[in-house]
């Protein structure tokens, strides 16, 4: 290992969401919380990525940059090629500050007020948010939880994609939060069902390098070579090299008419033109030269969760934990506990773990939890003794 990843790194001072403000997320959170809700990880950078930046700033000026050259190009569409065998053409990437604001520039954009857009909840609270921000309607394909692991309900996909109203699919892959990193056979029947009744796909791929050892991310649109210009797919490199804060996203879009209304309304209109030099700067030398740290976090993802895995059968046998495909976002099933929505937040601000409700990402989230990992495994265990002193203590009529 090159990397120090089990060291703890203090972000005091840093402007940290997840450290420092989680009281904008959970007004009540204790002092001393370990927070494990918001999606980044407590990873120093790839070294790299450091040099990069260092010698970027010793150039000393930071005025408006574009990302239009060979070399950032040959950097994002050479890991596309790499690590999916994916190729894509330089000319259909569009920079977005964020996936987020992507998704409801494309919404703008690809339908009218009122028009419907399909999700499958428990997803990515963002997704809903967005919907009902720009005044489309949320059409929920929810996924089926079997026993822990989920699987699309495709007869109710195409009712609801059937529905001359509903214009759009978006979907989440590999999906925030149920950890499912979607199979060959599952992407081709989604596509199919979506592509026969013309909706655009929207794939939000963020998470695609984010998968265990052994499991393959497929992008759905190479699925597709002929009906590409219907698929439209976010990336970034935020989440696989643990730089959130630099915002850049380079969304793919096939079709030129729609990207000529992407040009028009988001640099046109909105005015939206020009990454930071910094985040280009990370960006190249993150496709470039992070892939052994990529691996390295990968692995340590992977005994992270197993940790947590075996941690629960024995402490904790009542939570349902399926092993997680993708994302370092554990989703775990309290439900056999009892507890109400309400008892279980009590139980984890008395842990003083700072965890997301289930039912952030929809009903069906009811009773569960969702736990970054992307931690020191110290931190981890930290974590989960408290978890299971707080859950002992309320079992005996004591706690919260
Ligand atoms: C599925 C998904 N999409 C998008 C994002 C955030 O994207 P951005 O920060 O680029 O807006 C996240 C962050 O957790 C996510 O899980």
């Not at 699987?151 to 996909?157: S, V």
């Not at 939570?319 to 099933?333: K, R, S, V």
């Amino acid at each position: 290992m090159v990397y120090d990843l089990y060291k703890f790194v203090d972000r005091t001072g840093t402007n940290s969401i997840k450290w420092e403000f989680m009281k904008m997320f959970d007004p009540e959170v204790a002092e001393g919380t370990i927070p494990m809700w918001v999606a980044d990880m407590d990873f120093p950078c790839a070294g790299p990525i450091l040099k990069a930046l260092h010698q970027r700033v010793e150039r000393r000026i930071f005025g408006y940059s574009t990302y239009r050259t060979a070399e950032y190009f040959r950097a994002v569409c050479g890991w596309y090629q790499h690590r999916f065998n994916w190729y894509v053409n330089s000319a259909d990437i569009v920079y977005s500050p964020g996936v987020v604001p992507a998704l409801a520039y494309l919404l703008d954009i690809l339908t009218k007020p009122g028009e419907g857009v399909i999700i499958q909840r428990p997803v990515y609270a963002p997704f809903s948010d967005v919907i009902k921000s720009r005044g489309r309607t949320i059409v929920n394909n929810a996924l089926i939880n079997r026993s822990g692991y989920y699987e699309m309900d495709f007869a109710d996909l195409e009712k609801k994609a059937a529905d001359p109203n509903v214009k759009v699919m978006l979907f989440c892959s590999p999906h925030n939060p149920v950890g499912r990193v979607w199979k060959e056979g599952e992407l081709r029947r989604l596509g199919q069902i979506c592509l026969r009744n013309n909706l655009i796909i929207i794939s939000d791929e963020i998470h695609y390098d984010l998968v265990r050892r052994g499991t393959k991310h497929i992008p759905l649109v190479t699925l597709f070579p002929d009906r590409k210009k219907r698929i439209i797919t976010a990336t970034a490199p935020s989440k696989t090299f643990n730089m959130a804060g630099m915002h850049l996203s380079n969304i793919i879009i096939h079709d030129a008419g729609i990207r000529q209304k992407w040009r028009k309304y988001v640099s046109g209109q909105l005015r939206i033109t020009t990454p930071d030099p910094l985040s280009i700067v990370a960006t190249q030398a993150a496709y470039y030269l992070g892939e052994d740290w990529l691996e390295e976090v990968i692995a340590y993802l992977d005994a992270n969760l197993l940790f947590l895995e075996t941690f629960l059968k024995k402490h904790l046998p009542k939570a349902n934990y399926t092993p997680l495909e993708g994302t370092y976002l554990a989703w775990i099933d309290f439900s056999a506990y009892g507890y109400t929505q309400d008892e279980l937040k009590k139980i984890f601000r008395e842990a003083k773990v700072l965890v997301e409700e289930g039912t952030i990402f929809g009903d069906e989230g009811a009773g569960f939890v969702r736990i970054n990992v992307a931690c020191p495994l110290d931190i981890l265990k930290e974590a989960l003794e408290r978890i299971v002193g707080a859950i002992t203590l309320y079992s005996s009529g004591k706690g919260a």
